[in-house]
């Protein structure tokens, strides 16, 4: 079955640099959510799009945009990078959670971003 | 206030041992669903099993089983005998109201299985 796909894997990028990572969903899914985990913590919520609309908003830096496309894939786009910024940064999908509740997610492989 | 707690940063199991790996959570909703995910060390979060608010009996998946206690708003996580491939990062995770758009995630139990 197809999964969510996130490229690229693996980034590596220098304190300044803009960085863009891509989230594909799993085909019919049509929200999207972006998680930032840190070495060693847990998952953060970043932000979370349905049908192209933002529609929640967790701790993502001003730095930080996104966007969802009308293919559903979706775009976080990181300026001025930090070291901080280093990360394993997921994208998840699900149905519209208004529709089925307490429906589960499914992550992508994540991107691992390194800031030198 | 932490929303999920797991207090236990690591463990360990002898193979085809079961192990059980805690979790309580606090919320006020009284819709909301409770995960279970595993992170290997290769750093996908894979999906194991999941408790809502509302059902009735405990969820069950192969060898995972969810131990959910509302009253004391625990979701333990059961593993049953263990495997080699068991050792992992597993992080209990709560969404809360009936549409709940995010993930509340625990700081994770890195669980070590030993031949």
């Known amino acids: 079955a197809a999964g969510v796909i996130q490229s690229p894997r693996h980034l590596i990028k220098e304190k300044r640099e803009t960085a863009t990572l891509k989230c594909y969903p799993i085909p019919r899914h049509d929200t999207v959510y972006w998680y930032q985990q840190g070495p060693g913590q847990d998952p953060q919520f970043l932000i979370s799009?349905?049908?192209?609309?933002?529609?929640d908003k967790g701790s993502i830096p001003d730095r930080f945009s996104a966007q969802q496309f009308s293919d559903y894939h979706s775009e976080l786009n990181m300026s001025s990078l930090e070291l901080g910024d280093s990360a394993l940064y997921f994208c998840?999908?699900?149905?519209?959670?208004?529709?089925?509740?307490?429906?589960?997610?499914?992550f992508g492989s994540g991107t691992r971003l390194t800031v030198v | 206030a932490q929303k999920i707690t797991q207090t236990q940063p690591g463990m360990f199991v002898q193979e085809k041992e079961a192990v059980t790996l805690d979790c309580t959570y606090d919320?006020?909703?009284?819709?909301?669903?409770l995960f279970w995910y595993k992170q290997p060390s290769s750093g996908e979060m894979i999906f194991l099993i999941y408790?809502?608010?509302?059902?009735?009996q405990n969820a069950t998946e192969g060898r995972y089983s969810l131990n959910f206690q509302k009253a004391r708003k625990s979701a333990n996580l059961v593993i049953s005998a263990s495997q080699l491939g068991d050792s992992a990062m597993y992080f209990c995770a709560m969404r809360e109201g009936a549409y709940g758009q995010n993930f509340v995630f625990g700081p994770g139990t890195r669980l070590s299985v030993l031949p």
């Open positions: 919320t006020s909703d009284p819709s909301y669903g």
């Open positions: 799009f349905y049908e192209k609309m933002q529609s």
């Open positions: 998840a999908s699900s149905l519209d959670p208004r529709q089925l509740a307490n429906y589960g997610y499914t």
């Open positions: 408790q809502g608010s509302y059902d009735q």
